[in-house]
């Protein structure tokens, strides 16, 4: 019994080991070193212009789930700024904001005008998420809510 968890033991550390030794890919043949998530690999830009030419919706969420979840959100704020822009898609706007000014002490503090613009952008397409983040910066403060094309007018 005693030789059997010994055994047990090894083959588990051997395992981890290997869990972080380089493995080949098998869809292009890179070597990439793999760790216990997911090797990130950027997708080809070609696609991701696609998406934005024919407002993929469906696909720019699997890119920004894919980037986001990878931590390489700001990495993709070029493509979420082409889909808000472009094809004036509101969930980007959102998108945006979160990923310019998140910060785990305030994740609302919205400091850069553009994040604060393209969150009250949100709010007025109706993003979900977005009433509560204004609420938070404005109502809840005792402020009036401005219209997104006014942040640029103030002083």
Do not use: W
Not at 33 to 43: H, K, R
Not at 127 to 155: H, L, R
Request: glycine letters at 2%.
């Amino acid at each position: 019994m005693k030789n059997l968890l010994i055994v047990i033991a090894s083959f588990l550390l051997v395992s981890s080991c290997n869990k972080n030794e380089q493995k080949t890919d098998k869809n292009n043949g890179d070597i990439n070193v793999a760790s216990d998530t997911n090797v990130f690999t950027e997708p080809d830009v070609e696609e991701l212009n696609r998406m934005i030419v024919e407002n993929d919706t469906v696909a720019y969420k699997k890119y920004y789930k894919r980037y986001i979840t990878s931590g390489h959100s700001r990495d993709f704020l070029f493509y979420a700024v082409l889909m808000a822009e472009k094809n004036n898609y509101p969930m980007a706007y959102m998108d945006i904001a979160n990923t310019l000014d998140f910060k785990l002490d305030d994740p609302l503090a919205y400091n850069s005008k553009y994040a604060l613009y393209c969150m009250l952008k949100a709010y007025e397409m109706r993003v979900d998420g977005a009433e509560e983040s204004i609420n938070y910066i404005y109502t809840q403060k005792g402020k009036t809510i401005p219209k997104s094309s006014s942040i640029y007018d103030e002083n």
